[in-house]
T-cell receptor, first 114, second 114 residues
């Protein structure tokens, strides 16, 4: 499979629980991005990695959110003490070193916090 | 504060007709303008993109028109087909200094009737 993959595709959790999402970028893509998309809106940037380094974080990313990309390959996004306002689609994208402006998105993880 | 404004919010077009979606931006540092297509439950897929040194770009039935002085760009879908029914997002990025942070419009839901 040559596309960006995300796991799980759907997650239902209760308020206050922790959740973790995984993203596997396209092979040889050194940049990896996380976006959040709420219903009826465009994706909003959360954070970005170049290889294993996290280079930018949006102010949307509160202290309850943490992202890692330990070996410059897959990435995880963890939300601690989830709130109902965290309910959204979490999208991962990656881009190739030779064409950084072209981002390829995964299918997303749909989170519902009850 | 949305940096890319998109209109209309939704549109209905008959099969064979032309769908036109408009976007406007303020940041003159933007230098890459992609359009993404998103189907329900899926991640956004890159459709076509343009740089500001070109006024028009055509790929199949999809055409981007770009007006640098007006800071506006638009997507034209010619000979619209029912399979084109999706949500379309315009986006913009300043490649030298934004670390790959795409700024998305709010989206246009296109419905093509048979």
């Amino acid at each position: 499979d040559t596309g960006v993959s995300q796991d799980p595709r759907h997650k239902i959790t209760k308020r206050g629980q922790n959740v973790t999402f995984r993203c596997d970028p396209i092979s040889e893509h050194n940049r990896l991005y996380w976006y959040r998309q709420t219903l009826g809106q465009g994706p909003e940037f959360l954070t970005y990695f170049q290889n294993e380094a996290q280079l930018e974080k949006s102010r949307l990313l509160s202290d309850r959110f943490s992202a890692e990309r330990p070996k410059g390959s897959f990435s995880t996004l963890e939300i601690q003490r989830t709130e109902q306002g965290d309910s959204a689609m979490y999208l991962c994208a990656s881009s190739h070193p030779g064409q950084q402006e072209t981002q390829y998105f995964g299918p997303g993880t749909r989170l519902l916090v009850l | 504060q949305q940096q890319v404004k998109q209109s209309p919010q939704s549109l209905i077009v008959q099969k064979g007709g032309i769908s036109i979606i408009n976007c406007a931006y303020e940041n003159t540092a933007f230098d890459y303008f992609p359009w993404y297509q998103q189907f329900p439950g899926k991640g956004p897929a890159l459709l076509i993109a343009i740089r500001p040194d070109v006024s028009e770009k055509k790929e199949g039935r999809f055409t981007i028109s770009f007006n640098k002085s007006a800071k506006q760009f638009s997507l034209h879908i010619m000979d619209s087909q029912p399979g084109d029914s999706a949500t379309y997002f315009c986006a913009a990025i300043s490649t030298p200094d934004s670390w790959g942070k795409l700024q998305f419009g709010a989206g246009t839901q296109v419905v093509v009737t048979p």
